[in-house]
């Protein structure tokens, strides 16, 4: 059984950092594409950041240059490091893990993802 597990959210001041970690297990997500979603109350789910099978990266707009994503294919596990947090930045964070393998490309739909994370809650206070 696959199970995606994340973990580092919680609460921070605006201008701080998290980082946010997604330990894969029941099979290996090495060759596939892994990403990152929030979703914020009262708003629908987003994608933030992406990873495909061989380390190319995909950010939307609101995050390049302050949110990093990573993987480490040893350990079946993705990051998101979060700096320069800002309120809108809250949400709970979901991982997610394509199923397709060797995927030219880095997803951004939903509909992409097979595997989910139950999420974790990051707070930003300003």
């Known amino acids: 059984q696959v199970q995606l597990v994340e973990s580092g959210g919680g609460l921070v001041q605006a201008g701080g950092s998290l980082r946010l970690s997604c330990a894969a297990s029941?099979?290996?997500?090495?060759?596939?594409?892994m990403g990152w979603f929030r979703q914020a109350p009262g708003k629908e789910r987003e994608f933030v950041a992406g990873?495909?099978?061989?380390?190319?990266?995909d950010y939307t707009d609101f995050v390049k240059g302050r949110f990093t994503i990573s993987r480490d294919n040893a350990k079946n596990t993705v990051y998101l490091q979060m700096n320069s947090l800002k309120p809108e930045d809250t949400a709970v964070y979901y991982c997610?893990?394509?199923?397709?393998?060797?995927?030219?490309?880095?997803?951004?739909?939903?509909?992409?993802?097979?595997?989910w994370g139950q999420g974790t809650q990051v707070t930003v206070s300003s």
């Open positions: 997610a893990a394509d199923s397709t393998r060797y995927r030219t490309y880095v997803p951004r739909s939903i509909s992409d993802y097979d595997y």
């Open positions: 990873i495909e099978w061989r380390g190319r990266t």
């Open positions: 029941g099979r290996t997500f090495s060759d596939t594409a």
